[in-house]
């Protein structure tokens, strides 16, 4: 179902950027970053105003792009309801998972395949270790999209064979 929806979105998305490379760029940082768009055409992180001129230095490209693309998703009601509707995801601690004593474990795994996070959190359970996050790439974004799991301790090496027989299951990191 999500990944019809992500589809779903992603086509409108395409359809009113064809033409304009740069400000689909600009759409997909918004949506990467969980940024949203309000009525005014201001875009934000949670309650933080980002401006133009930082969003554009960021993907690379003028900040009359980001504004004209601001003003595209605000002219299309469906568009409109997505960028207004958009929050962060919170920040990932994989990079900092070392220094807080967690663990990570990222699986790289066919995105159509359902059930690759339930196993794989079963499997974290079975041995008494608590998840405290998990994040899933979007495969619409992201051309090699990972699961990564961040464990309140260190993950036993010897579970990545059982992580590779999870079906859809390509590749395993654990650290």
């Keep these: 179902m999500y990944i019809n929806v992500v589809k779903c979105m992603w086509k409108q998305i ?6 304009y ?7 997909r940082k918004i949506i990467d ?7 005014n055409g201001k875009i934000y ?5 980002i401006s133009d001129v930082a969003l554009a ?3 690379g490209v003028d900040r009359r792009t980001v504004r004209a693309t601001a003003n595209t998703i605000l002219e ?14 919170g920040a990932l601690l994989r990079d900092a998972a070392g220094e807080l004593d967690f663990g990570v474990v990222e ?12 196993a794989a959190a079963r499997l ?7 998840i405290r996050q998990a994040h899933a790439g979007d495969p619409e974004l992201d051309e090699t999209p990972r699961l990564t799991i961040i464990t309140e301790t260190p993950i036993p090496g010897g579970l990545l064979k059982d992580f590779l027989k999870i079906e859809g299951v390509k590749r395993v990191s654990i650290y």
Excluded: N
């Design 57 to 59: 230095r960021a993907v």
């Design 33 to 39: 970053l969980g940024f949203r768009i309000d009525r």
């Design 21 to 27: 490379p740069s400000r689909m760029y600009v759409a």
């Design 107 to 118: 699986i790289e795994a066919d995105a159509r395949t359902p059930g690759i996070l339930a």
């Design 76 to 89: 299309d009601e469906k568009l409109r309801g997505i960028f207004e509707s958009m929050m962060p995801a």
């Design 14 to 19: 395409k359809h009113r950027f064809e033409g």
């Design 45 to 49: 992180c949670d309650d933080v105003e």
């Design 124 to 130: 974290i359970a079975d041995k008494g270790i608590s």
